[in-house]
């Protein structure tokens, strides 16, 4: 049975006991401070996949690279490529980690598609020592 209270709705969820005990001391560890928190986010997470699973669905997201900064060549291909999705490529942040090590973060906002495969490019060129494409949402359809 569903009771609607201002805009959120009410519904029963069945689970066995050894689950929903050990669910409740993950989000408590998390510090949820109810299930019905924890249960809007996952299910905000699952949307979100959703959104991304979607190729030509507009989703929000940054892109994380970690890389050496004496690699030749490798900082003239990383703006190459920004200049090239520079629709797709909101904002970059270079930090310079120590000597020989950058860190950047590129925002990105586009077709999910198009940001995966800048992300596998950019990840997977020589130098580049770790990479990372978190992904989020605009969230103009999350609630
Ligand atoms: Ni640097």
Same mark, same amino acid.
Request: include cysteine; charge should be positive; aromatic fraction near 4%.
């Given at each position: 049975?569903?009771?609607?209270?201002?805009?959120?709705?009410?519904?029963?969820?069945?689970?066995?006991?050894?689950?929903?005990?050990?669910?409740?001391?993950?989000? *408590?560890?998390?510090?949820?401070? !109810?299930?019905?928190?924890?249960? +809007? =986010?996952?299910?905000?997470?699952? %949307? /979100?996949?959703?959104?991304?699973?979607?190729?030509?669905?507009?989703?929000?997201?940054?892109?994380?690279?970690?890389?050496?900064?004496?690699?030749?060549?490798?900082?003239?291909?990383?703006?190459?490529?920004?200049?090239?999705?520079? *629709?797709?490529?909101?904002?970059? !942040?270079?930090?310079?980690?120590? +000597? =020989?090590?950058?860190?950047?973060? %590129? /925002?990105?906002?586009?077709?999910?598609?198009?940001?995966?495969?800048?992300?596998?490019?950019?990840?997977?060129?020589?130098?580049?020592?770790?990479?990372?494409?978190?992904?989020?949402?605009?969230?103009?359809?999350?609630?």
């Amino acid at each position: 049975m569903r009771r609607s209270r201002g805009k959120l709705t009410r519904f029963g969820v069945s689970m066995e006991a050894p689950l929903l005990e050990r669910f409740d001391r993950a989000i *408590r560890g998390k510090g949820y401070r !109810t299930r019905s928190e924890a249960i +809007r =986010d996952i299910a905000r997470n699952y %949307l /979100v996949g959703e959104e991304w699973a979607g190729d030509e669905r507009e989703v929000a997201g940054t892109i994380t690279l970690v890389y050496g900064q004496h690699v030749h060549g490798l900082a003239d291909v990383l703006t190459a490529m920004q200049h090239e999705h520079h *629709r797709l490529v909101l904002s970059a !942040t270079h930090i310079h980690l120590d +000597r =020989d090590n950058c860190l950047e973060v %590129l /925002v990105v906002r586009g077709a999910a598609l198009e940001a995966k495969r800048l992300a596998d490019r950019l990840i997977s060129l020589k130098g580049v020592k770790h990479g990372r494409l978190t992904m989020t949402s605009t969230g103009r359809e999350l609630a």
